[in-house]
């Protein structure tokens, strides 16, 4: 099994998330899993992702964004209009890097059974905030580069499950990913179950939730 807090160094990561999901290495240990740092080149995760997202959000709302675009926020219009900016090289070279990230996880799960990565590069934060601009020092370029450390794996196509995995200093819940080869999502789940069974965190509840329902 292997793990990494910042996906091999290519991420910016909260140092409570960080310093969580190095806690949770104990555990996998104690269940009996020799856990090593690591983690697959996933440089090319950004481009693949953004391309491919920003191409299918103007096929699946263009006559909406048409008829509708001041009623859309800016940050989806953000996403439209770089859609119609792509060209059919520009998703074909996408295409061709996903198959290359494919291709490298494969064999990086020659290796190990697993990969544990932290699921979001910060807390939970202020519904109010329409995403977070900075996370450790490293400003973010637009609305989804804090969700790097989720669509990393989307773009590799690897099966994952999250669980939680404790709470902040504030008592905000916190989770982890853990990832697995192609096709191996029953023995992900059977991973997920057992962290789940040795730590339940997943049967507490954050202050925050009591006070709600009180």
Not at 70 to 94: C, F, H, T, Y
Not at 126 to 146: F, H, L, R
Request: hydrophobic share 40%.
């Amino acid at each position: 099994m292997a793990y990494s807090a910042d996906f091999g160094g290519l991420l910016p990561i909260d140092p409570e998330v960080r310093s969580n999901l190095e806690e949770q290495v104990k555990v996998f240990e104690r269940l009996g899993c020799i856990v090593d740092e690591g983690c697959p080149d996933l440089k090319e995760a950004d481009e693949v992702f953004q391309v491919l997202r920003a191409w299918e959000f103007e096929l699946s709302y263009s006559e909406i964004f048409d008829r509708f675009r001041e009623m859309i926020k800016p940050s989806v219009i953000w996403n439209i209009e770089k859609g119609r900016s792509l060209s059919g090289p520009d998703v074909g070279r996408a295409e061709r890097l996903r198959a290359l990230l494919y291709n490298r996880m494969s064999e990086f799960f020659n290796q190990y059974d697993a990969l544990i990565l932290p699921v979001s590069q910060v807390t939970a934060f202020d519904v109010n905030i329409e995403y977070p601009t900075e996370i450790d020092g490293v400003k973010m370029e637009n609305y989804i580069d804090w969700m790097r450390s989720c669509y990393y794996i989307s773009a590799a196509g690897n099966p994952s499950v999250s669980v939680p995995s404790g709470f902040s200093a504030e008592g905000i819940p916190i989770g982890l990913q853990i990832v697995g080869p192609h096709r191996a999502d029953f023995e992900v789940l059977r991973i997920g179950r057992a962290f789940e069974q040795a730590t339940g965190y997943g049967k507490r509840r954050p202050q925050i939730a009591i006070e709600q329902t009180t």
